[in-house]
């Protein structure tokens, strides 16, 4: 793919209401222009989920990115990355030269009345909200004697001291497992701090052809998919299918296997999802997963550090902005940008992430790319 | 461009809360593949202005459309020409050989409570709703002398006619310019009927390479733009500039100019609107668009029907579906299968969608397509 990326930027992560969608992609998106060293772009695809209609343009248009192609997309939480797909997938394919990449929510002022599911949202009216989802996905691994209760709360240990590292993370904390473990119930058995938080946000990505610069990523892949019908008979978890798939093809059109990655951002909404998804990726089997977290190979210092950001949960999740924070974070690791969370040598990285729900008529989706080396 | 048209499909557009989206999108997806022969597509494009998040997998999983990339795009009323615009970049760069557009939108289930403007929505709070925007530019029109009141009129009078051949259309009727002066007071000088409807209804498209079969319809050209930010000195209407702007790059592009083009399904959703619009695409000199349709030129029987379908007007206006329903209209019409509303010898149409505010903050964005020839 004749990709690169040219330039990140990002707001903070945080609680922040005070905040307008604008003000969030006004910082963003700045920091990106300037990192890339450019002033404008050919093209916008705006990742966000419960953004109003027309909050592309109206964002944008007050950064004096206007007379473009600006596009919103939604895809749950992949929402980010698939702006980001789109992206790639016009430079690549020799549409534009350089285009934008931007992903924004606000959470808090969203969400700040009461929660009612949609009557046509059959998961939302019968409880089957997300982190119930995920509790499934653990529970079932627990009967499985694949993970354990302490490997999971792992997880949260390990990306919320990551996050420590990170200015702009929204609960960076030296936590123990027995404080992640009597946090409160949420939908058992996960408690609150195995629980993405509640984050207003935002993040853009330019994506350009390769120009040859030092500072440049090139994107070696980037697929995106959306799932099967959900089968109950299944013996996987929840996603592990998808996840799985999505990035034998990317791994494929990048012509790398998972020993060659040197760094990972991937969809820890749940410490669940990590584990599952790190098996999907293959960085172990299937059930490996929380050997893998435990042995502290997938912590900063080990041999394929992931989430160092601190992840969804602790970084935050504001759902559109997330697959493009995450394309952040892996190209300041490849460019050394990481300061005190930098994973030494990196490379290549890998970014995953997954949105959307689980039953027969919902349905899921996944992107993975391969960035740099 | 080397993209074409292999099939197209819709609902019936009515107010129909009793479907659900998905009914919706059934029925227009099934049409469009049935038209096209095929039993499958590579991605989909989903464009929506209201749909819940996860809108596109729901929908279109239960047809058996899984494991390919969806992506639900939003850009206003231009949402879904916007859908139909990735589609073909998508097809004519190499991306895909076939994909989906498709457009959404049940709308009397979204508004059936009392609509409150958003807090952050500055002309929403300010009564500048869309109602209001147009009449602004008919207030203008009237003021410089460029339209009289029975020349909008006349636009409904037309767009309910054609609509009596169209049996998807949600209102057609014969309509006097009375009947039309006199119906109730929205925006003055705008009246109920010259105010498109609240309209459910989907609407697809099958866009792929081109494989030469006699029913396909190039894609001659297809842009997109986001406005530029107003200014409210100009001596133009809203949209007059933009519009222009892209229609001419969309001419260029097709290598046609507007005397080439037989058919034309644009955006009326306020009479003024189609008056602007037709003199914006060069179908009259700007402050002719009046005397063009009391001339009887757009109508069908006329040299450049403008319409046939009854426009957003009479066949009704479901925000994310018009744009693809346009498209659909226009192929009908080039392949000689529009029935009672039938163009005589159509050979080149164009469809134009505009969306969006209007003020320095919002944004507008219009799509311009050049099909068949």
Redesign the interface.
């Known amino acids: 793919m004749k990709a690169a990326i040219h330039g990140v930027g990002t707001s903070d992560f945080a609680k922040q209401p005070q905040l307008?969608?604008?003000d969030l992609v006004a910082t963003a998106v700045r920091e990106a222009l300037a990192d890339a060293g450019v002033g404008s772009v050919e093209a916008a695809y705006v990742g966000t989920?419960?953004g109003?209609?027309?909050i592309?343009?109206?964002t944008?248009?007050?950064l004096?990115i206007?007379?473009?192609?600006?596009?919103?997309?939604?895809?749950?939480c992949a929402s980010g990355t698939?702006a980001f797909?789109?992206a790639c997938?016009?430079v690549a394919?020799?549409?534009y030269e350089r285009v934008l990449a931007l992903g924004v929510e606000t959470m808090t002022s969203h969400f700040s009345g009461a929660i009612v599911p949609?009557l046509?949202?059959a998961e939302g009216a019968s409880g089957m909200a997300l982190p119930s989802l995920y509790a499934m996905s653990a529970s079932r691994y627990l009967a499985n004697g694949w993970v354990t209760l302490e490997q999971m709360a792992q997880v949260s240990v390990k990306n919320h001291a990551h996050a420590l590292g990170n200015p702009r993370a929204q609960y960076g904390g030296a936590l123990s497992v027995d404080e992640v473990l009597s946090s409160r119930p949420i939908a058992d058995p996960l408690t609150l701090l195995q629980c993405c938080p509640i984050t207003d946000g935002a993040a853009a990505v330019v994506v350009g052809r390769p120009r040859g610069g030092a500072r440049e990523v090139p994107v070696r892949s980037c697929q995106?998919?959306?799932?099967?019908?959900w089968d109950y008979r299944t013996d996987h978890a929840w996603g592990y299918e998808l996840i799985g798939?999505v990035a034998a093809r990317a791994y494929e059109a990048a012509g790398i296997g998972p020993a060659d990655i040197d760094v990972f951002e991937v969809h820890d909404a749940f410490t669940i999802g990590e584990i599952v998804t790190t098996e999907a990726l293959g960085l172990a089997e299937e059930g490996g997963g929380g050997e893998l977290v435990q042995s502290g190979r997938t912590a900063i210092g080990g041999e394929q550090p992931v989430n160092p950001s601190g992840g969804l949960l602790s970084r935050g999740h504001p759902l559109g902005a997330t697959g493009t924070a995450q394309v952040a974070e892996v190209v300041w690791q490849l460019r050394g940008e990481a300061d005190e969370r930098q994973v030494a040598g990196a490379r290549v990285g890998v970014v995953e992430t997954m949105g959307?729900?689980a039953s027969?008529?919902?349905?899921?989706?996944a992107v993975v790319a391969v960035l740099g080396g």
């Open positions: 307008s969608a604008g989920c419960f109003e209609p027309g592309a343009p109206r944008l248009h007050r004096g206007v007379e473009i192609p600006i596009v919103t997309v939604e895809n749950a698939t797909h789109l997938g016009a394919s020799g549409q949609e046509t949202d995106l998919s959306s799932g099967a019908l798939s959307g729900g027969g008529v919902d349905g899921n989706a």
